[in-house]
C-alpha cells in the first residue's frame, strides 16, 4: 500500500474553503498535474501572510489544518492539487463531506482527530514530521529533535476499504 | 419505528451495504456540466472505460462559461460535446439551448420525487425541492456514477427546519435561507440533510423552494429536501400526465416520500418567519448573515442577479419591480443573467428584459459566469458586488473582490442607489 504522510505544514484557520485550495480561474484545467502551481493560492490568513511557495510547502507531505476543511464547491481539483504537489494525508478536526468523500475517492487520507490532539500538534515546534499507521488507525508526530506525539483516530470502515483499493474507481469497478 | 423521505429514498434504492452506515445507491439521474466532467471522461478513456451505464439517465450542459471565452474553456466544451454525440446522450444542452444546470435540468421535468440523482456541483441540493434525494459530488464520484450507475453515501441524518408565521412584504426565500445558514452555520448541517416544513414551505412555489434547498450545502448539508405534494405535482404535469390519470392521483403517489410522523431527527429548527427582515451576508462566509438595515448605506460597484440561487422568473419579476422606472446609480455596473433560455425569453413577453435595460443594465445570455467568477463580471482587486447568488467567499467572484449576498430585490435595490439598502424602501 501507499505511504502516507511526511513532512507536515500546518495552516491554523478554520473553514478553508475549496475555492481558496484552488481557485476557479484554474478549473479550466484538464490536467491534473497543471493545478500543480496554485495550490493554496488564494488561501487568507487574518493575522499572517501565506506563502503558497514556501520551502516549507514544497517539501509538505501532509497538511494539518481545523474545522471543516474543504468546505464549499465540490471541485475534486481541490484534492487533485494536494496529491500533484505530492500531499497525501490531510489532518483536522473536520471536514465537508464532498471534500472528504474525494480523499478517499482518490484513495488518500483525510484523518479527523480530537481538538485536545489537534492541540498537540499545532504545539510542536520546529519541523514536523507525520506518519500513518493505517492498521493500527494511529498517527506519530515527530518534531525535529523533539518528543513525538501519538494520536489514535477512527476511519469509517467503508473509506479505509476505499483507500485500501486505491480509490472508489477500482473498488467500484471490482464489486458493481 | 417511521422513517425520514431521506431514508425512504435510501431504502428504494439501495444496491449494496458495504459496511454499517455506508450505502450503495442506484442512481436515477447523473448530470454533467463542462467543468467537473471533461477531466472524468479523459480519466475513463484513458483507462479504456469509455462508456456511460445509461445515456438516458445522463443529462449534460455547457453552462458555466458559455459561450467559451478561451482557447481551453473551448476545449471543455468540446469534449463535453464530442462525448455527447459518441454515447447519444438526448439530453445534452449547448449553446442557444444552454442554462445554468440547476435551473435548466428542472425546468425539462427531469428530477421527480424519490429521484436519486448527483452531479459533480456542489449546488445539486438544489433538485431536493422536487422530493428528491440530489447530492453534490466530485469528480471520481461522477466517474463511477457514469460508469455503472451508482454511487455510494453514508446514510444522512435529517435535521428538520420547520417554518411557520407569514412573511412580510419584500422579504423572500433567500432570506429565510440566509437566515437558517447564520443559525445553523458553515458546517451546522454536515453528513445531514436539511428538511424543510412547514406551513411557509407549504405555500411556496417551487421556484422558492429551490432556492432554499439550493443553499443548504451552505450549512455542509449533504442536501436539502421539500416533502413532494399538490405544488411540486403541477410543476411536474405537463411531464408527468401520461403516468398518472389525474393530477389528484400524482399527489397521493408522491405522498408515499413524505417522512412518517414518528421519523426520527437529529435536530430541529423552528423559526417563526413573521418577524424577518430582508438579510445579507459580509465577510467572507456564507453564516456572516445580518439585516440588511444593519449594512445599509454600504457602498458596492457592481450588481449580479442571475444563478441556480436567484436567476429564475421570479427573481426577475421582483427585482424588476425594483427598478421600473428608476436607474442604476451612476459608477455601479448591473448585470442581469437570466438562468435559462426559457426564463429569458419569458422575460422578454413580460417586458422585464426591457424594465432592466432602461435602467441601465447589461443583460447576459444563461450562463454561470460571474458567479464563480470565471467570466461575465469578475470583479477586480478591492471591489465589492450585491449578488444574488449562493456564496461569498474570499475571491470567489474575482481575486479580491469581495460579495454580499442577498434577495433579487435587495441587489436591485442596492443598484438603484448605489449602496446596500433594504429594498421595502423602494417597493410601492
Ligand atoms: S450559478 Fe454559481 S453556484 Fe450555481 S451552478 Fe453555476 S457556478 Fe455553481
Redesign the interface.
Given at each position: 500500500m501507499k505511504h502516507f504522510g511526511g513532512p507536515a505544514v500546518f495552516i491554523d484557520r478554520d473553514d478553508i474553503n475549496t475555492d481558496e485550495i484552488i481557485p476557479a480561474r484554474y478549473l479550466t484545467e484538464i490536467t491534473k498535474k497543471a493545478l500543480q502551481p496554485h495550490l493554496l493560492e488564494d488561501l487568507h490568513l487574518e493575522d499572517q501572510t501565506f506563502d503558497p511557495h514556501s520551502p516549507q510547502m514544497e517539501q509538505a507531505r501532509s497538511l494539518v489544518t481545523r474545522s471543516n476543511f474543504g468546505c464549499g464547491s465540490s471541485r475534486e481539483h481541490a484534492v487533485w492539487a494536494l496529491e500533484v504537489n505530492d500531499i497525501n494525508l490531510v489532518i483536522g478536526q473536520s471536514f465537508a463531506r464532498i471534500f472528504r468523500q474525494n480523499m478517499f475517492n482518490c484513495g488518500i487520507l483525510a484523518v479527523e482527530l480530537a481538538p485536545a490532539d489537534l492541540d498537540a500538534l499545532f504545539a510542536l515546534e520546529g519541523e514536523v514530521s507525520i506518519e500513518v499507521d493505517l492498521g493500527q488507525e494511529r498517527i506519530t508526530a515527530t518534531p525535529a529533535g523533539g518528543q513525538a506525539v501519538n494520536c489514535s483516530f477512527t476511519l469509517n470502515p467503508f473509506d479505509k476499504q476505499l483507500v485500501e483499493a486505491g480509490g472508489w474507481l477500482s473498488y467500484a469497478d471490482q464489486n458493481y | 419505528m417511521g422513517q425520514t423521505i431521506t431514508e425512504k429514498i435510501f431504502a428504494a434504492h439501495r444496491?449494496?451495504t458495504?459496511?454499517p452506515?455506508?450505502m450503495?445507491l442506484d442512481l436515477d439521474v447523473i448530470m454533467c456540466h463542462e467543468?467537473?466532467t471533461?477531466?472524468a471522461i479523459?480519466?475513463l478513456v484513458e483507462?479504456g472505460?469509455d462508456r456511460v451505464c445509461d445515456p438516458s439517465k445522463i443529462k449534460a450542459v455547457i453552462d458555466?462559461?458559455t459561450p467559451a471565452k478561451?482557447s481551453?474553456?473551448a476545449?471543455?466544451a468540446k469534449?463535453m460535446r464530442d462525448w455527447a454525440a459518441r454515447h447519444q446522450i438526448k439530453d445534452f444542452f449547448d449553446i442557444g439551448r444552454n442554462g445554468v444546470c440547476h435551473a435548466l435540468f428542472p425546468e425539462k421535468g427531469f428530477i421527480r420525487p424519490g429521484y436519486t440523482v448527483i452531479m459533480?456541483?456542489?449546488h445539486?441540493c438544489t433538485h431536493g425541492a422536487f422530493g428528491a434525494f440530489a447530492a453534490?459530488?466530485?469528480?471520481?464520484?461522477l466517474?463511477?456514477g457514469i460508469?455503472?450507475g451508482?454511487c455510494?453515501f453514508?446514510t444522512p441524518q435529517s435535521l428538520k427546519v420547520e417554518l411557520k408565521g407569514s412573511l412580510r412584504q419584500g422579504v423572500v426565500a433567500k432570506d429565510i435561507i440566509l437566515a437558517i445558514i447564520r443559525e445553523l452555520t458553515?458546517?451546522g448541517a454536515?453528513?445531514m440533510v436539511i428538511e424543510f416544513g412547514g406551513p411557509v414551505v407549504e405555500a411556496m412555489n417551487m421556484a422558492s423552494r429551490m432556492t432554499l434547498c439550493n443553499m443548504a450545502v451552505e450549512a455542509?448539508a449533504?442536501s436539502g429536501v421539500c416533502l413532494p405534494d399538490e405544488t411540486t405535482a403541477r410543476y411536474l404535469w405537463p411531464f408527468i400526465q401520461d403516468d398518472y390519470p389525474t393530477l389528484e392521483a400524482a399527489v397521493s403517489d408522491f405522498a408515499k416520500w413524505h417522512s412518517d410522523p414518528d421519523a426520527e431527527y437529529a435536530r430541529t429548527l423552528t423559526l417563526d418567519v413573521s418577524e424577518l427582515l430582508p438579510q445579507v451576508t459580509f465577510g467572507?462566509?456564507p453564516d456572516n448573515v445580518k439585516a440588511i438595515t444593519e449594512l445599509a448605506g454600504s457602498r458596492i460597484d457592481q450588481v449580479y442577479i442571475g444563478s441556480c440561487t436567484n436567476g429564475r422568473i421570479e427573481d426577475i419579476r421582483e427585482a424588476a419591480a425594483i427598478l421600473d422606472g428608476r436607474m442604476v446609480a451612476p459608477g455601479v455596473r448591473g448585470i442581469l443573467t437570466p438562468a435559462t433560455p426559457a426564463i429569458y425569453s419569458q422575460a422578454l413577453e413580460e417586458g422585464l428584459i426591457k424594465i432592466f435595460m432602461d435602467s441601465g443594465f447589461c443583460v447576459l445570455n444563461p450562463t454561470c459566469g460571474a458567479c464563480?467568477?470565471?467570466s461575465s463580471g469578475v470583479l477586480a482587486e478591492g471591489e465589492v458586488c450585491a449578488s444574488t447568488t449562493n456564496?461569498n467567499?474570499?475571491?470567489?467572484m474575482g481575486?479580491g473582490g469581495m460579495v454580499h449576498l442577498m434577495s433579487p430585490a435587495s441587489a436591485a435595490a442596492a443598484a438603484v442607489t448605489g449602496v446596500i439598502t433594504d429594498p421595502r424602501e423602494l417597493l410601492s
Amino acid at each position: 500500500m501507499k505511504h502516507f504522510g511526511g513532512p507536515a505544514v500546518f495552516i491554523d484557520r478554520d473553514d478553508i474553503n475549496t475555492d481558496e485550495i484552488i481557485p476557479a480561474r484554474y478549473l479550466t484545467e484538464i490536467t491534473k498535474k497543471a493545478l500543480q502551481p496554485h495550490l493554496l493560492e488564494d488561501l487568507h490568513l487574518e493575522d499572517q501572510t501565506f506563502d503558497p511557495h514556501s520551502p516549507q510547502m514544497e517539501q509538505a507531505r501532509s497538511l494539518v489544518t481545523r474545522s471543516n476543511f474543504g468546505c464549499g464547491s465540490s471541485r475534486e481539483h481541490a484534492v487533485w492539487a494536494l496529491e500533484v504537489n505530492d500531499i497525501n494525508l490531510v489532518i483536522g478536526q473536520s471536514f465537508a463531506r464532498i471534500f472528504r468523500q474525494n480523499m478517499f475517492n482518490c484513495g488518500i487520507l483525510a484523518v479527523e482527530l480530537a481538538p485536545a490532539d489537534l492541540d498537540a500538534l499545532f504545539a510542536l515546534e520546529g519541523e514536523v514530521s507525520i506518519e500513518v499507521d493505517l492498521g493500527q488507525e494511529r498517527i506519530t508526530a515527530t518534531p525535529a529533535g523533539g518528543q513525538a506525539v501519538n494520536c489514535s483516530f477512527t476511519l469509517n470502515p467503508f473509506d479505509k476499504q476505499l483507500v485500501e483499493a486505491g480509490g472508489w474507481l477500482s473498488y467500484a469497478d471490482q464489486n458493481y | 419505528m417511521g422513517q425520514t423521505i431521506t431514508e425512504k429514498i435510501f431504502a428504494a434504492h439501495r444496491r449494496d451495504t458495504p459496511t454499517p452506515g455506508n450505502m450503495i445507491l442506484d442512481l436515477d439521474v447523473i448530470m454533467c456540466h463542462e467543468i467537473t466532467t471533461p477531466i472524468a471522461i479523459m480519466d475513463l478513456v484513458e483507462k479504456g472505460m469509455d462508456r456511460v451505464c445509461d445515456p438516458s439517465k445522463i443529462k449534460a450542459v455547457i453552462d458555466h462559461v458559455t459561450p467559451a471565452k478561451d482557447s481551453k474553456t473551448a476545449t471543455q466544451a468540446k469534449i463535453m460535446r464530442d462525448w455527447a454525440a459518441r454515447h447519444q446522450i438526448k439530453d445534452f444542452f449547448d449553446i442557444g439551448r444552454n442554462g445554468v444546470c440547476h435551473a435548466l435540468f428542472p425546468e425539462k421535468g427531469f428530477i421527480r420525487p424519490g429521484y436519486t440523482v448527483i452531479m459533480g456541483d456542489s449546488h445539486t441540493c438544489t433538485h431536493g425541492a422536487f422530493g428528491a434525494f440530489a447530492a453534490g459530488v466530485g469528480t471520481t464520484d461522477l466517474e463511477v456514477g457514469i460508469l455503472k450507475g451508482v454511487c455510494a453515501f453514508r446514510t444522512p441524518q435529517s435535521l428538520k427546519v420547520e417554518l411557520k408565521g407569514s412573511l412580510r412584504q419584500g422579504v423572500v426565500a433567500k432570506d429565510i435561507i440566509l437566515a437558517i445558514i447564520r443559525e445553523l452555520t458553515v458546517n451546522g448541517a454536515t453528513d445531514m440533510v436539511i428538511e424543510f416544513g412547514g406551513p411557509v414551505v407549504e405555500a411556496m412555489n417551487m421556484a422558492s423552494r429551490m432556492t432554499l434547498c439550493n443553499m443548504a450545502v451552505e450549512a455542509g448539508a449533504t442536501s436539502g429536501v421539500c416533502l413532494p405534494d399538490e405544488t411540486t405535482a403541477r410543476y411536474l404535469w405537463p411531464f408527468i400526465q401520461d403516468d398518472y390519470p389525474t393530477l389528484e392521483a400524482a399527489v397521493s403517489d408522491f405522498a408515499k416520500w413524505h417522512s412518517d410522523p414518528d421519523a426520527e431527527y437529529a435536530r430541529t429548527l423552528t423559526l417563526d418567519v413573521s418577524e424577518l427582515l430582508p438579510q445579507v451576508t459580509f465577510g467572507y462566509r456564507p453564516d456572516n448573515v445580518k439585516a440588511i438595515t444593519e449594512l445599509a448605506g454600504s457602498r458596492i460597484d457592481q450588481v449580479y442577479i442571475g444563478s441556480c440561487t436567484n436567476g429564475r422568473i421570479e427573481d426577475i419579476r421582483e427585482a424588476a419591480a425594483i427598478l421600473d422606472g428608476r436607474m442604476v446609480a451612476p459608477g455601479v455596473r448591473g448585470i442581469l443573467t437570466p438562468a435559462t433560455p426559457a426564463i429569458y425569453s419569458q422575460a422578454l413577453e413580460e417586458g422585464l428584459i426591457k424594465i432592466f435595460m432602461d435602467s441601465g443594465f447589461c443583460v447576459l445570455n444563461p450562463t454561470c459566469g460571474a458567479c464563480l467568477g470565471m467570466s461575465s463580471g469578475v470583479l477586480a482587486e478591492g471591489e465589492v458586488c450585491a449578488s444574488t447568488t449562493n456564496r461569498n467567499f474570499n475571491g470567489r467572484m474575482g481575486k479580491g473582490g469581495m460579495v454580499h449576498l442577498m434577495s433579487p430585490a435587495s441587489a436591485a435595490a442596492a443598484a438603484v442607489t448605489g449602496v446596500i439598502t433594504d429594498p421595502r424602501e423602494l417597493l410601492s
